[in-house]
């Protein structure tokens, strides 16, 4: 998202989708739902009727943090290694079919399903000895590289397991908000969660954050 606020500045009798905001801002994603529009323009906040009102609604949720200094939209240029990506992604998938595996076998020690076949035998085996004990109690929800980086961009210094165990610890609700999509009830969303993981998604967009490989001399052990 292309979002330049032009602070200090007075605002214009021009109306635009609203009167309370500034006609200085250039977007070209709707603020509420992400929505993109067909071209970037000078004012236009909302792509639809139904966002507008919602926003009126929730003015002080949407609009404060471009109040505050050091909070809101955050333009400097971010950097997150991939490394990171893959390793999450990598325990996250061998944990779930982890637990496939698992869950089959009780259910064949209860004669409810069939045994294991000697490939998937061995698969667990493997399975047992790949994965971390501290990995094997987690719940690990599937990520793309947007929301972990989202995650990320709000946790820096925490990696490896530690990052793991504190994906796990997010509720349902902090994850349906990780998404591009108009919200299903738009009184039970946690706006600037929504708002920021869009911002971040659109500064991923514009190339203001990117993605590299972790040098190998700056590489820890995880």
Request: some cysteine; glycine content about 4%.
């Amino acid at each position: 998202m292309n979002n330049k606020l032009v602070r200090n500045t007075v605002i214009s009798d021009n109306i635009s989708d609203t009167n309370t905001v500034t006609p200085f801002l250039r977007n070209s994603h709707c603020i509420i739902c992400g929505k993109p529009f067909d071209t970037v323009r000078m004012g236009k906040l909302y792509c639809s009727a139904k966002c507008k009102q919602f926003a009126y609604h929730h003015k002080e949720e949407i609009f404060q943090p471009e109040n505050i200094a050091g909070i809101g939209i955050n333009a400097k240029p971010q950097t997150f290694y991939l490394n990171e990506f893959q390793f999450y992604d990598k325990r996250q998938k061998s944990l779930k079919r982890y637990n496939e595996l698992k869950n089959k076998k009780a259910q064949w020690e209860l004669f409810t399903s069939p045994g294991l076949t000697k490939k998937e035998i061995s698969e667990l085996d493997e399975l047992e000895n790949e994965l971390e004990n501290e990995i094997k109690s987690l719940n690990l929800k599937e990520l793309s590289i947007e929301q972990l980086s989202f995650i990320k961009s709000l946790n820096p210094s925490i990696e490896g397991i530690s990052f793991c165990e504190l994906v796990a610890s997010f509720s349902k609700g902090f994850f349906s908000q990780l998404n591009l999509s108009p919200p299903d009830q738009y009184s039970n969303t946690n706006v600037n969660i929504k708002n920021k993981f869009i911002n971040h998604c659109n500064l991923i967009a514009v190339g203001v954050i990117k993605f590299v490989k972790r040098p190998i001399n700056d590489r820890n052990e995880n």
